[in-house]
């Protein structure tokens, strides 16, 4: 009996030791296969896209993961293919998800899931407006960059419906709401690849000893007018097209930027953790498409100490 009973008390110890960990360990999140869209691969077993209404989508399976059939199903229908899907957006703007599976696999890592968004085209702006959610004008392109700063193809309508809903493994809807206002819904401008670095980037600051499940934002789109507003006089920041993300560590829920580096202070230096960890990041062949701006910040009165980084194309550092 007393033998039971302390076989008990270990099974018990066992069960409380193995939730705790698994609450608190970070995973990637990582499918046992990969898909790429837009040149961009991506493994992760929830991801977004944003596309206009009626455009052509096409999700192929990685190459090196071809060697068996893939099942898509999308809009209650189900297609099978060896290398790739395509179709047509629904014409009307909204959350259409996917999801693209193994063939006769059950595994919990054998499913990706895909968000579509059809977004609702940058033509459906009236004067700065889209809906009654100021945007202001964007700036003509300059002729050396017309393609990375052009106008956005369109606008992600934010509700409340999908505040909850996962874009990435870490990353929800709500992460990316605008501070321009506090209604909903807001009109924002988003890009695949900025998703796919603030998860590459989170699993590397996790492997670099500072665990995180997520991180805080300070700042994701800004629109001209927000921008502008805010005391901002370049029209040609990230922020605008919807590929950079001022953010921080934030494991307590103050939404203040923790004690990185221990010294029992909170300043730049705690920003210059995540700077050297996003230095190198930007600087590792894997992650060459996914280069850009990265620079660190002093506290102020209203929020504390973070990092930009962004998917530009190019790494530089001010
Ligand atoms: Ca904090
Ligand atoms: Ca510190």
């Not at 071809?66 to 898509?72: A, G, K, M, P």
Request: net charge negative; charged share 25%; aromatic share 14%.
């Amino acid at each position: 009996m007393k033998k039971l009973f302390y076989l008990s008390i270990a099974a018990l110890f066992i069960l409380i030791s193995s939730c705790s960990v698994g609450a608190e360990a970070f995973t990637e999140d990582h499918a046992d296969f990969s898909i790429v869209y837009d040149e961009l691969k991506i493994p992760l077993k929830t991801f977004s896209i944003f596309v206009l209404p009626r455009e052509e989508i096409e999700v192929k399976i990685a190459e090196e993961d071809r060697n068996q059939q893939y099942i898509i199903e999308l809009g209650g229908k189900k297609y099978e293919s060896g290398s790739s899907f395509s179709w047509k957006a629904h014409g009307e703007s909204g959350h259409y998800p996917v999801t693209i599976s193994r063939k006769n696999a059950s595994g919990k890592n054998s499913e990706i899931k895909l968000n579509v968004f059809v977004l609702h085209p940058y033509s459906e702006k009236e004067g700065e407006y889209i809906y009654g959610f100021k945007i202001g004008n964007y700036p003509a392109a300059p002729a050396d960059q017309k393609e990375d700063y052009s106008k956005p193809k369109g606008f992600l309508k934010i509700e409340q419906s999908i505040l909850d809903l996962n874009l990435t493994p870490h990353f929800k809807v709500e992460k990316f709401l605008t501070n321009q206002s506090d209604q909903l819904p807001q009109f924002i401008v988003i890009q695949e690849s900025l998703l796919l670095k603030l998860e590459y980037f989170l699993a590397e600051v996790n492997k670099a000893g500072y665990p995180a499940e997520t991180f805080g934002i300070v700042s994701f789109y800004r629109s001209p007018y927000f921008n502008k507003k805010i005391g901002n006089d370049t029209h040609y920041s990230r922020h605008l097209y919807g590929d950079a993300v001022d953010i921080y560590i934030d494991n307590r829920g103050n939404e203040w930027m923790d004690d990185l580096n221990g010294d029992g202070k909170l300043d730049i230096k705690d920003a210059d953790v995540l700077f050297k960890i996003a230095k190198k990041f930007d600087q590792k062949e894997k992650y060459a498409d996914l280069q850009g701006g990265l620079s660190s910040y002093h506290a102020n009165g209203v929020r504390g100490s973070f990092i930009h980084i962004d998917t530009r194309g190019i790494h530089v550092t001010w």
